[in-house]
C-alpha cells in the first residue's frame, strides 16, 4: 500500500494532506489489528476524524442522518484506535483497531461476511490461526451464553486439560485408522482446545512462533 501514517491524537490541522469529497466526506476502512480483518466501511467528516483523534475511538459521520456518531456508543462493541493511515492519493483512511465485540450491526464480526465470487481460500488458510486466536480472546474477556468456549472456561483449568488429553488420544486412535477425514477432524479439534489453553495461561500464538523460530534458526 501506497501510504503515510496519521498520529492517533492531537488536531486535525488545514494543511493534512487529506482529500474530502464535494460533500466533505472521506471513506475510512476499518480493520482489525490483531488478525488484519477488514470489519466495515465507513464515512468520516473532519469534525468525525478529529474526535477520533481525540477520543481514540472511532467516529463517523451518517449520511442518512447527517449526523455523527461513535461505534458501540449503544451497543457496547467499541473500537479502540491503534494506528492511523492514508493513501498515497489521501483520499481513503485505513484505521487499524481493538475490537470488542461484532463490528457488524447484524452481529458478524465483520461487515464483510458474505461472498460474491468464491475464491481460493489461501488468504484464509495463512490468517485463520489468528482469527481462531482473537475469537477465543474475544470468548474469554467478552462471554457469550450458549458458548461452547465459555463453557470451557467457567470450568476452569482442569476441564480445558481433561478436554486436551481427551482430544490428543483421539488423535491417536484415528491415527490407527484409515480415514484421513476422521483424522483432519480430530486435529482440528486437539489445536482448537490447545488454542483454549493457550488463552487461560496468558500464552500467545506468535510467542510460540518465536520459539519455534528459534529451535529451527
Known amino acids: 500500500m501506497c501510504s503515510d501514517r496519521q498520529g492517533t491524537s492531537g488536531d486535525l490541522t488545514e494543511t493534512t494532506d487529506l482529500f474530502f469529497d464535494e460533500k466533505g466526506l472521506i471513506p475510512a476502512i476499518i480493520q482489525d489489528e490483531s488478525t488484519g480483518e477488514v470489519l466495515m466501511m465507513a464515512y468520516m467528516n473532519r469534525e468525525s476524524l478529529e474526535k477520533t483523534l481525540e477520543t481514540g475511538s472511532t467516529w463517523f459521520y451518517s ?38 465485540g461484532a463490528a457488524c450491526h447484524t452481529g458478524e464480526k465483520s461487515c464483510f461476511y458474505r461472498e460474491l465470487v468464491e475464491s481460493d481460500s489461501g488468504g484464509r488458510h495463512q490468517q485463520i490461526l489468528k482469527t481462531l486466536e482473537s ?24 476441564k480445558i486439560l481433561k478436554k486436551v488429553g481427551e482430544e490428543a488420544s483421539e488423535v491417536i486412535i484415528a491415527s490407527k485408522n484409515e ?39
Open 63 to 100: 449520511r442518512s442522518r447527517q449526523a455523527l456518531w461513535n461505534k458501540g456508543e449503544t451497543s457496547g462493541n467499541t473500537q479502540m484506535v491503534k494506528e492511523i493511515r492514508y493513501d498515497c492519493d489521501g483520499d481513503t483512511l485505513l484505521i487499524q483497531v481493538e475490537q470488542t
Open 135 to 158: 475469537i477465543i480472546k474475544e470468548r474469554h474477556e467478552n462471554p457469550k451464553e450458549g458458548s461452547y468456549t465459555n463453557y470451557l472456561f467457567d470450568n476452569g483449568l482442569d
Open 179 to 217: 480415514n484421513k477425514t476422521d483424522l483432519i477432524g480430530e486435529i482440528s479439534d486437539l489445536i482448537y482446545h490447545m488454542m483454549v489453553l493457550m488463552e487461560e495461561k496468558k500464552v500467545s500464538l506468535e510467542e510460540v512462533a518465536d520459539e519455534l523460530i528459534h529451535r529451527h534458526q
